[in-house]
């Protein structure tokens, strides 16, 4: 079955950086789309990034800032997250997409991870 499993989230202070990964297994990941989404407390699921092959696309509060890339040999998804905020705060999930194509929102992905939980803050 699939399964994505997400490290690399922590602490960071304002400004700061931070990498994510995404492991999956259970499906062939060079076919299909994947995403990044992330809900801070009390809010819903957010769109951050979205990838497949050389197409990329980001959420409006993200762009510039992070950065989405895959390594199709080890099964992982990476987001790469400069110039932090503290309202990037939030448990940060990876998604596979229906297919290959690249959504701008959530509703083209599931099989969400757990997540791992990023804080920004002095």
């Known amino acids: 079955q699939v399964q994505l499993v997400e490290s690399g989230g922590g602490l960071a202070q304002p400004g700061g950086s931070l990498r994510l990964s995404c492991v999956a297994s259970g499906f062939t990941f060079s076919r299909f789309s994947m995403s990044w989404a992330r809900q801070a407390p009390g809010k819903g699921l957010e769109w951050v990034a979205g990838?497949?092959?050389?197409?990329?696309d980001y959420a409006d509060s993200v762009k510039g800032r992070f950065t989405i890339s895959t390594d199709n040999a080890k099964n992982t998804v990476f987001l790469q997250m400069n110039s932090l905020k503290p309202e990037d705060t939030a448990v940060y999930h990876c998604?596979?997409?229906?297919?290959?194509?690249?959504?701008?929102?959530?509703?083209?992905?599931?099989?969400w991870g757990q997540g791992t939980q990023v804080t920004v803050s002095s």
């Open positions: 990838i497949y092959s050389d197409d990329t």
């Open positions: 998604g596979k997409g229906w297919d290959e194509r690249v959504v701008h929102g959530t509703i083209a992905y599931d099989n």
